[in-house]
């Protein structure tokens, strides 16, 4: 009887660690995803940009096109200069579309909560799995 409970903490677990139906590609976009939300809602733009690929060919579409990580940083820290502007962020993934296995395609709902307005909108990024995992290479957010 010790070794089936045992047995059952051991399934318990492992299950909390994956989520039915998706591949370990998908749980590692949204990973990446969630962690983004978590580190926009702290204020914390550094860890935010970790979701996007370090490199000058990075491309960012909004109001204005962003060539490069650091651009895109510059962008936020300019759009977004404190936790009040920030606001709180929501994400609602409405589709993950693999091309191939190194490159997706996620559409989804970004929404805002602040003090005084709520914006939203949509985006489509494309993530590349290179050699340190998922990232960003194209963000188109309006």
Not at 41 to 52: A, C, R, S
């Amino acid at each position: 009887m010790k070794k089936f409970f045992l047995f059952l903490l051991f399934v318990a677990g492992c299950a909390k660690n994956s989520t039915p139906g998706l591949t370990a590609d998908d749980q590692a976009i949204r990973q990446t995803l969630n962690r983004q939300v978590a580190a926009w809602n702290q204020g914390n733009l550094t860890i935010f940009m970790e979701g996007y690929w370090k490199s000058d060919s990075l491309l960012f579409i909004g109001k204005k096109i962003s060539k490069g990580w650091d651009s895109t940083l510059l962008r936020y820290q300019h759009s977004y200069p404190d936790r009040k502007t920030m606001g709180e962020l929501r994400f609602e993934i409405l589709q993950l579309d693999f091309a191939s296995a190194t490159s997706c395609l996620v559409t989804g709902h970004y929404f805002l909560k602040r003090e005084k307005d709520n914006p939203s909108g949509i985006f489509t990024l494309l993530f590349k799995k290179k050699k340190g995992g998922w990232v960003i290479v194209y963000d188109h957010t309006s």
